[in-house]
């Protein structure tokens, strides 16, 4: 969550110490939240892009430190792997063009950082999990040196007891096991920060947790991993798995993952977000801040709640609360499911999709939450991950008082002029509306997404007689090629 760590070992008291202070932040936070006029403001937008550096053959190329050091930009930010940078965005007003602002700011970014990453022979690249990445390109040895990391890797490893497992279906299925947590870092992301008003905040969130999985169908980008095809969004998986901590203890797989979907919808604040990772999860990277919360309530100050923070950082829900405390104040949405690429309009206009479709849905929420028992949403996350476009999905009837079975494709066609009308009626301009929505309406027509691309590319490739490594590395080259076109993915050729 943006906080530095500087130590990756721990005494018990550490953890003592954490665990207490912790819960008075949840104390704070709960009476932060009863304040009439907390973190009301403008709605505005932020986003990150994770990105990979590779080489001009595809391969990944660890340097990502080199090129922080040159760039000398605040906004680039390491990732786990030594391969990876991730890009923040500058928040835009929701009102106007934000996408089309932060479609020019990566422009501008990408000239300016890959003229620093071609020294190191590097360009980057966004793309959900890359095709040619190997086993090798994993492993401590690829660990981006820093103590969070570490910390992250020594407390997960320490809990899990064991090697990690990963177990995929596919052709053919992936079944690993791995001594660190640097396969998490295959997969890169187009993460979405939404902030809103506290009084619109339960049903805007459970309607974002509504349209994940129609969203996430629409943007998969990520079918390959170590020369296999596996789920059109693999990363879901793979995250999930690559840093599962718990043991083979029965009464520690009562408890979801630290990367996981839900635990239920949200009922009445965003405090029972906070509240139940606190719960569920124990804390690891117990660093402990000077600032007492609860004085600083008192003192007329706003506290920067430094344990929940961290701790918040430390579990992977797909969509989760944050809480910030500058600018006097707020909560906020972030929206995780999206990877990155394939192109930026297409990234755009999959976010824009996701928030209009939950717009248009927001004031229905407590009707539909009634219809669908939560576990199915759950289920339509994981079945959007596997099948994508294919995938059917259990959806409340707004005609009849049951779930019903719907194709994706035919949700989204329902949903794209209803989030149109919902993202102008929120003071989004009608052409930035229109060309967003357009974008997606021109990938469910023929239909494809990302993933689609990939393997259709990549089949033909095969059947033309390239072997499969050689084939990987073509199919890339034309993702590359495509993506610093700046055209949409519905523009993109198939062809060999």
């Not at 990234?347 to 999709?353: G, V």
Request: glycine share 6%; hydrophobic share 40%.
């Amino acid at each position: 969550m943006g906080i530095e760590i500087r130590q990756d070992n721990f005494r018990q008291e550490d953890y003592d110490q954490f665990n207490a202070k912790i819960r008075e932040n949840l104390k704070a936070l709960e009476q932060l939240l009863a304040r009439p006029g907390f973190g009301e403001g403008e709605e505005s937008l932020g986003a990150e892009l994770e990105f990979y550096l590779v080489d001009p053959q595809g391969q990944p190329v660890p340097c990502n430190q080199k090129i922080l050091a040159r760039a000398d930009n605040g906004q680039l930010t390491p990732e786990l792997n030594r391969f990876n940078l991730e890009y923040n965005l500058r928040p835009q007003p929701f009102r106007g063009a934000p996408f089309a602002a932060f479609e020019r700011e990566l422009q501008r970014a990408l000239r300016d950082t890959n003229q620093v990453a071609a020294e190191f022979g590097a360009e980057l690249l966004p793309i959900g999990i890359l095709p040619t990445a190997e086993l090798a390109h994993f492993g401590h040895h690829m660990m981006t040196d820093q103590p969070r990391y570490r910390a992250m890797d020594n407390a997960l490893r320490r809990l899990r007891g064991a090697p990690f497992e990963v177990d995929i279906d596919g052709r053919p299925p992936l079944r690993l096991q791995w001594d660190d947590v640097t396969l998490e870092g295959a997969n890169t992301s187009f993460q979405l920060h939404w902030r809103l008003n506290p009084a619109e905040f339960v049903n805007s969130f459970n309607a974002v947790q509504l349209v994940t999985p129609i969203a996430l169908a629409l943007a998969a980008n990520s079918p390959l991993l170590f020369g296999h095809e596996l789920w059109q969004e693999t990363r879901i998986a793979l995250f999930k798995q690559s840093i599962d901590c718990r043991n083979e203890d029965r009464s520690q797989r009562k408890y979801p993952p630290r990367v996981y979907f839900g635990n239920g919808w949200l009922r009445q604040s965003a405090l029972e977000l906070f509240a139940s990772t606190v719960a569920l999860f124990p804390p690891i990277m117990p660093v402990t801040h000077p600032e007492h919360p609860l004085a600083e309530l008192r003192a007329g100050r706003l506290p920067q709640l430094h344990e929940l923070r961290l701790h918040q950082g430390s579990t992977w829900p797909w969509n989760r609360a944050i809480y910030d405390h500058h600018d006097g104040g707020h909560v906020r949405m972030e929206v995780r499911a999206l990877p990155a690429g394939p192109s930026l309009e297409d990234m755009s206009a999959t976010a824009a999709f996701l928030l209009g479709s939950a717009l248009a849905l927001r004031d229905s929420m407590p009707d539909r939450i009634n219809l669908l028992p939560f576990k199915f949403a759950e289920h339509n996350f994981y079945r959007a991950a596997h099948r994508g476009l294919e995938a059917t999905l259990l959806w409340p009837s707004s005609s009849q008082i049951k779930v019903v079975e719907y194709e994706v494709l035919e949700l989204a066609r329902r949903l794209i002029p209803m989030a149109r009308e919902a993202l102008e009626q929120a003071g989004m301009e009608a052409g930035e509306a229109k060309r967003l929505l357009d974008n997606i309406q021109a990938r469910v027509a023929i239909p494809t997404n990302g993933a689609h691309w990939q393997l259709t590319l990549l089949h033909k490739l095969q059947q033309s007689g390239l072997d499969a490594n050689t084939a990987r590395r073509e199919m890339l080259r034309h993702y590359r090629r495509n993506f610093y076109s700046f055209r949409p993915l519905s523009q993109w050729s198939t062809e060999s």
